[in-house]
T-cell receptor
Framework: TQLLEQSPQFLSIQEGENLTVYCNSS?????LQWYRQEPGEGPVLLVT?????EVKKLKRLTFQFGDARKDSSLHITAAQTGDTGLYLC??????????????FGKGTKLSVKP | NAGVTQTPKFQVLKTGQSMTLQCAQD?????MSWYRQDPGMGLRLIHY???????DQGEVPNGYNVSRSTTEDFPLRLLSAAPSQTSVYFC?????????????FGEGSRLTVL
């Protein structure tokens, strides 16, 4: 069961353009993480958002957590070729007391052309 | 500065063969997990462990076994490989049992079952 819907699945843009990736769910998460994955490597954490309505900025990347903690977005301003990669959102679900796991979306494959 | 180490990086098996994917972390992390990544499916949790001697099933556990005899090691065993297990496997760890912390991933093990 895929709890996190990520869109779009593929995105091909020119350098300098802006883009937004969405991550939606009907479930509430204790936090939401965004990872970036390069070919042949494991995902690497970009950011964790914890509070509903929270906005975090990482240089040209802006992450937002929905007020109800069910959805999130990643906005990239003036994309560069170095932003090319697979972007994954992951919602944190608690299952037993302090334990829990991350549920991943299917990912957005971003290609930024020069 | 090893982090999470997976071996082997590539493996080809015949249907019915068994094998073990190795995973080791040197960060004294409490939580370790195995994910599989398939095109269009994102990362799906196979098994996880919140400490030595404790393992539990994830979303797609069938056909896989795990054990956690030490804090450092978390091997994944395929008992009788099937073509449906062709995938890229990632081991990931984090410091604490709770789901909100950063997951550190290995570089992945690409498995092909003929």
């Amino acid at each position: 069961t895929q709890l996190l819907e990520q869109s779009p699945q593929f995105l091909s843009i020119q350098e300098g353009e802006n883009l937004t990736v969405y991550c939606n769910s009907s479930s509430v998460f204790s936090s939401l993480q965004w990872y970036r994955q390069e070919p042949g490597e494991g995902p690497v954490l970009l950011v964790t958002v914890v509070t509903g309505g929270e906005v975090k900025k990482l240089k040209r990347l802006t992450f937002q957590f929905g007020d109800a903690r069910k959805d999130s977005s990643l906005h990239i301003t003036a994309a560069q070729t170095g932003d090319t990669g697979l972007y994954l959102c992951a919602g944190a679900k608690r299952i037993r007391g302090s334990q829990g796991n991350l549920i991943f979306g299917k990912g957005t494959k971003l290609s930024v052309k020069p | 500065n090893a982090g999470v180490t997976q071996t082997p990086k590539f493996q080809v098996l015949k249907t019915g063969q068994s094998m073990t994917l190795q995973c080791a972390q040197d960060m004294n992390h409490e939580y370790m997990s195995w994910y599989r990544q398939d095109p269009g499916m994102g990362l799906r949790l196979i098994h996880y462990s919140v400490g030595a001697g404790i393992t539990d099933q994830g979303e797609v556990p069938n056909g896989y076994n795990v054990s956690r005899s030490t804090t450092e090691d978390f091997p994944l065993r395929l008992l009788s490989a099937a073509p449906s297990q062709t995938s890229v496997y990632f081991c990931a760890s984090r410091l604490l049992r709770g789901p909100d912390g950063e997951l550190f991933f290995g570089e992945g093990s690409r498995l092909t079952v003929l």
